[in-house]
């Protein structure tokens, strides 16, 4: 079909699902996506004899920059069914990122991410598309839109205090978090990783309820242990998770919190050294089982989780005593 596709073809699919154009409108088609800025509002993909209508560039919230743009990554309609997509195109980019003074080579992976994608189907706990390769070779990722929000705008929007976040809601969210590990340690026992293990990239499917991870296309080296960046974003998250979101060491401090005289150095969180990992201190009811999991991703810990497995057997010895 698109490979004969017509301005006026473009016009009645767009009148179908989007909103009409004038008559003397022209859509600027695009079966090479290389130079991804050039990919407007208006103009149309075409990723193996497909037509996808761009919408807009997609906007990614992260430590308050909620309107940062992700100009390689279009909000789209499908026209052949109407369907919305997002569209994820190539954008190579790579830093380097030290936790506790290992150091790491991350970069993007368009060709990792389409594995992943294929690697975990219609599994519960990801995000679900496919990859086309352009017209000039460029993997594109063709992205099913996840109904709903992340995880730290749900616990942010909570009205509630700690201690009855802790045994009322907490319970609930550790269940569907440790989904989440369990879906991390698949990709690990089939030799992937996520990659880039954040709390905005799991969202809340309205739907259903599960936790979904998003986004599999970093990719990084490290000699040791090909899964420890993976593993240090678990419990980033479990911490935050565990506290109800972050306590900030400003934070007590202008509090003028009691737990002060209680935290050393050795109590923050091994990459955000702002934020305390021995939550204990703070919330004396969060029994030992579970921080003593967290203070595995604190600055004093003598020893780290290994894999995914033994982070899931703390966890599950902590529900068992409950």
Same mark, same amino acid.
């Given at each position: 079909?698109? @490979?004969?596709i017509s301005q006026e073809i473009i016009h009645q699919m767009v009148a179908r699902w989007s909103s009409p154009r004038p008559e003397n409108y022209r859509f600027k088609i695009f079966k090479?996506?290389?130079?991804?800025?050039?990919?407007?509002?208006?103009?149309?993909?075409?990723?193996?004899?497909?037509?996808?209508?761009?919408?807009?560039?997609?906007?990614?919230?992260?430590?308050?920059?909620?309107?940062?743009?992700?100009?390689?990554?279009?909000?789209?309609?499908?026209?052949?069914?109407?369907?919305?997509?997002?569209?994820?195109?190539?954008?190579?980019?790579?830093?380097?990122?030290?936790?506790?003074?290992?150091?790491?080579?991350?970069?993007?992976?368009? @060709?990792?991410?389409?594995?992943?994608?294929?690697?975990?189907?219609?599994?519960?706990?990801?995000?679900h598309g496919y990859a086309v390769e352009d017209e000039n070779g460029n993997i594109v990722r063709v992205l099913d839109v996840v109904n709903g929000k992340p995880l730290h705008i749900h616990?942010?929007?909570?009205?509630?205090?700690?201690?009855?976040?802790?045994?009322?809601?907490?319970?609930?969210?550790?269940? @569907?978090?440790?989904?989440?590990?369990?879906?991390?340690?698949?990709?690990?026992?089939?030799?992937?990783?996520? %990659?880039?293990?954040?709390?905005?990239?799991?969202?809340?499917?309205?739907?259903?309820?599960?936790?979904?991870?998003?986004?599999?296309?970093?990719?990084?080296?490290?000699?040791?242990?090909?899964?420890?960046?993976?593993? &240090?974003?678990?419990?980033?998250?479990?911490? &935050?998770?565990?506290?109800?979101?972050?306590?900030?060491?400003?934070?007590?401090?202008?509090?003028?919190?009691?737990?002060?005289?209680?935290?050393?150095d050795d109590d923050v969180n091994i990459v955000f050294h702002n934020r305390v990992a021995n939550l204990k201190k703070n919330y004396p009811y969060i029994p030992e089982t579970l921080n003593?999991?967290?203070?595995?991703?604190?600055? %004093?810990?003598?020893?780290?989780?290994?894999?995914?497995?033994?982070?899931?057997?703390?966890?599950?010895?902590?529900?068992?005593?409950?």
């Amino acid at each position: 079909m698109a @490979k004969f596709i017509s301005q006026e073809i473009i016009h009645q699919m767009v009148a179908r699902w989007s909103s009409p154009r004038p008559e003397n409108y022209r859509f600027k088609i695009f079966k090479d996506t290389s130079d991804f800025f050039r990919v407007e509002y208006g103009s149309v993909v075409v990723l193996d004899e497909k037509p996808f209508l761009i919408l807009h560039n997609a906007k990614e919230g992260r430590f308050g920059l909620d309107d940062e743009e992700k100009f390689w990554v279009k909000r789209s309609v499908d026209l052949t069914d109407g369907s919305r997509k997002i569209i994820k195109l190539v954008f190579y980019e790579k830093f380097m990122a030290n936790i506790a003074g290992i150091d790491f080579e991350c970069f993007r992976s368009p @060709k990792k991410e389409a594995r992943i994608l294929k690697l975990v189907g219609n599994h519960k706990n990801f995000m679900h598309g496919y990859a086309v390769e352009d017209e000039n070779g460029n993997i594109v990722r063709v992205l099913d839109v996840v109904n709903g929000k992340p995880l730290h705008i749900h616990l942010q929007n909570l009205e509630c205090d700690h201690q009855a976040y802790f045994y009322k809601l907490f319970p609930d969210i550790l269940s @569907k978090y440790i989904e989440c590990i369990k879906a991390i340690k698949f990709l690990h026992e089939n030799g992937e990783k996520h %990659g880039d293990i954040r709390r905005d990239h799991i969202f809340i499917d309205r739907d259903s309820g599960d936790f979904r991870w998003i986004d599999f296309d970093y990719n990084y080296r490290q000699r040791e242990n090909i899964y420890s960046y993976d593993l &240090f974003g678990l419990g980033n998250i479990l911490i &935050f998770l565990t506290g109800m979101g972050d306590v900030m060491m400003t934070d007590l401090k202008k509090q003028n919190h009691p737990a002060l005289s209680l935290l050393t150095d050795d109590d923050v969180n091994i990459v955000f050294h702002n934020r305390v990992a021995n939550l204990k201190k703070n919330y004396p009811y969060i029994p030992e089982t579970l921080n003593s999991a967290l203070m595995h991703f604190s600055s %004093g810990a003598n020893r780290f989780y290994d894999n995914t497995g033994q982070l899931l057997e703390d966890l599950e010895e902590f529900i068992q005593t409950q």
